[in-house]
Nanobody, 118 residues
Framework: QVQLVESGGGLVQAGGSLRLSCSAS????????MGWYRQAPGKQRELVAV???????NYADSVKGRFTISRDNAKNTVYLQMNSLKPEDTAVYYC????????????WGQGTLVTVSS
């Protein structure tokens, strides 16, 4: 069974930085795309950033220029570097794996809380 474990969340002041990590229990070469989503209280879960097996990336407009998604294939880990954090970035951040070879459609991590104080 494929598992994703997030880490790196915490409390930070506005303008600060955090790096989230998502470690997969399988080789991330088996995963079509990995992404970070977030859900703030009372809001729907939204896509933050995604990176494909080939290394292509895409970001939500709200985080472009501040957040960077990357992957370390040797460690089976995907990262989200978050800079210039704002209070509106406060949310639970979830890691997602889309289509894991051979037959898993989607996997979610348990989430990690990021709180940005003003």
């Amino acid at each position: 069974q494929v598992q994703l474990v997030e880490s790196g969340g915490g409390l930070v002041q506005a303008g600060g930085s955090l790096r989230l990590s998502c470690s997969a229990s399988v080789s991330i070469w088996r995963i079509n795309a990995m992404g970070w989503y977030r859900q703030a209280p009372g809001k729907q879960r939204e896509l933050v950033a995604v990176i494909t097996r080939g290394g292509s990336t895409n970001y939500a407009d709200s985080v472009k220029g501040r957040f960077t998604i990357s992957r370390d294939n040797a460690k089976n880990t995907v990262y989200l570097q978050m800079n210039s954090l704002k209070p509106e970035d406060t949310a639970v951040y979830y890691c997602n794996a889309d289509r894991v070879f051979p037959s898993t459609l989607e996997v979610w991590g348990q989430g990690t809380l990021v709180t940005v104080s003003s």
